[in-house]
């Protein structure tokens, strides 16, 4: 069954308790930002790698409060219900799961974006990691 809500992640077990993991969460904070540090340019050429970069730094962020508090999310799609649901945030919700059905075209069925509509995705990102930043120690 799909899940349609954060309820139905823990219900699927998408979603899964567990001891918060500080050590897990500051490293992958840690990758993340080390990450966004190596991005140098965007241009026409590198702008699908780019946005890939970004979007798994968004990623690793969110596990990262995640893990802090208490939980193991095994998808996307349960990641942004976290935002949505528990984390009171539809704003950043909507940016993410609109990057996630990106990301999901460009990794498994080839379609690339072009220049300007990777930089809007990207933008989406880094507001996206500004707020999540934000919220971590």
Known sequence: MKETNWKDCL???SAKTATPDIKRAE???????????????INEKNCNF?????YTSVLELLQAIT???????LNHLCLGF???DVLKRED?????????????SL????SRMDFE???????????????????SP
């Open 117 to 135: 509509t990777a930089q809007q995705a990207i933008e989406k990102c880094q507001k996206i990691i500004k707020e999540m930043q934000q919220k």
């Open 92 to 104: 950043l919700f909507l940016l993410f799961d609109d990057l996630r059905y990106k990301r999901n």
């Open 67 to 73: 893990f802090r508090k208490g939980y193991n999310i």
């Open 82 to 84: 976290y935002l949505r």
């Open 50 to 54: 780019v946005f890939e970069d970004y």
């Open 27 to 41: 490293s992958l904070q840690e990758t993340a930002n080390e990450r966004i540090s190596l991005i140098k340019e």
């Open 11 to 13: 219900t699927n077990k």
């Open 107 to 110: 990794t498994y069925y080839g």
